[in-house]
C-alpha cells in the first residue's frame, strides 16, 4: 500500500544550523511522483519541490537540497544555515497511479520546524 | 495576482447546522479539491472534481457535499451529518489531474463547533 513516513514530528534548531528533514515512502509503481510542501503559520502550504521517479539527480536550490535514494525509498530535505523564516510544517508527499488516496496522492503527517534566532 | 481565495478564514457551526466554506480560483485551473487537517496528520482529500460539473468523493466525504457549477469556484458543504468538523480545511487546484502535477493551496477555514 502507498504510505510516505515523515518520523519526524518536530525538530528544534539555533538559527544557522543545517537541519535534514526525512521522508520515506513506499509505493508498488515503477514510476511515480514525490512532492514537498512548505505550510508556514499562514496556512496555505507552499509547493517546494517535485521529482519524479526516473530522476535520482539531487537537486539544490539556495539553502535547500533534496536528496532522492530510491534504494532506501527516501527523499529527504536539507536546510543549509537555517533562518527563523524557516519555521513551518514541512509535508512530504507521493503520487502514484495505483492510488494511496482518491487522487492518487498521498501525504506524510509532517514535521514541524522550528529555527529558534 | 492569480490565485485561491478561501472564505471565511474562521467559521464557528452551531449544533445541526449545515455551513458552506468557499473556494475561488482565477488560475484557469481545471481540477479543484478540498483537504481536510487535524492537527498532527497529514492532508486528507474529501473531495474533487476535475472538470465542471463533475467530481469524485475522496477518502473521507461523508458528511461533506460539493458543487461545481463554475470552473472557478468549488465550494464545500459541511453537513450536520458530519459529527466531527473541527479542523482546518485546504482548497487547493491543479492544471489538470493531481497525478503529476503540484498543486497550488488557499489559505484555509479553520471550522470549530459551538
Known amino acids: 500500500a502507498q504510505k510516505v513516513t515523515q518520523a519526524q514530528t518536530e525538530i528544534s534548531v539555533v538559527e544557522k544550523e543545517d537541519v535534514t528533514l526525512d521522508c520515506v515512502y513506499e509505493?508498488?509503481?515503477?514510476?511515480?511522483?514525490l512532492f514537498w510542501y512548505k505550510q508556514p503559520p499562514s496556512g496555505e502550504l507552499v509547493f517546494l519541490i517535485r521529482?519524479?521517479?526516473?530522476?535520482?539527480q539531487n537537486e539544490i536550490s539556495g539553502r535547500y537540497s533534496w536528496n532522492f535514494q530510491k534504494s532506501t525509498s527516501s527523499f529527504n530535505f536539507t536546510i543549509t544555515a537555517s533562518q527563523v523564516v524557516d519555521s513551518a510544517v514541512y509535508f512530504c508527499?507521493?503520487?502514484?497511479?495505483?492510488?494511496?488516496?482518491?487522487?492518487?496522492?498521498?501525504f506524510g503527517k509532517g514535521t514541524h520546524l522550528i529555527i529558534q534566532p | 495576482d492569480g490565485g485561491i481565495t478561501q472564505s471565511p478564514k474562521y467559521l464557528f457551526r452551531k449544533e445541526g447546522q449545515n455551513v458552506t466554506l468557499s473556494c475561488e480560483q482565477n488560475?484557469?485551473?481545471?481540477?479543484m479539491y478540498w483537504y481536510r487537517q487535524d492537527p498532527g496528520q497529514g492532508l486528507r482529500l474529501i473531495y474533487y472534481?476535475?472538470?465542471?460539473?463533475?467530481?469524485q468523493k475522496g477518502d473521507i466525504a461523508e458528511g461533506y457535499s460539493v458543487s461545481r457549477e463554475k470552473k472557478e469556484s468549488f465550494p464545500l458543504t459541511v453537513t450536520s451529518a458530519q459529527k466531527n468538523p473541527t479542523a482546518f480545511y485546504l482548497c487547493?487546484?491543479?492544471?489538470?489531474?493531481?497525478?503529476?502535477?503540484?498543486?497550488?493551496f488557499g489559505s484555509g477555514t479553520q471550522l470549530s463547533v459551538l
Open positions: 487547493a487546484s491543479s492544471t489538470s489531474g493531481p497525478y503529476n502535477e503540484k498543486l497550488f
Open positions: 509505493t508498488r509503481d515503477t514510476t511515480y511522483y
Open positions: 521529482r519524479n521517479s526516473f530522476d535520482e
Open positions: 508527499a507521493l503520487s502514484d497511479p495505483s492510488g494511496g488516496g482518491a487522487d492518487g496522492l498521498t
Open positions: 488560475l484557469n485551473h481545471d481540477a
Open positions: 472534481s476535475q472538470i465542471v460539473n463533475d467530481f
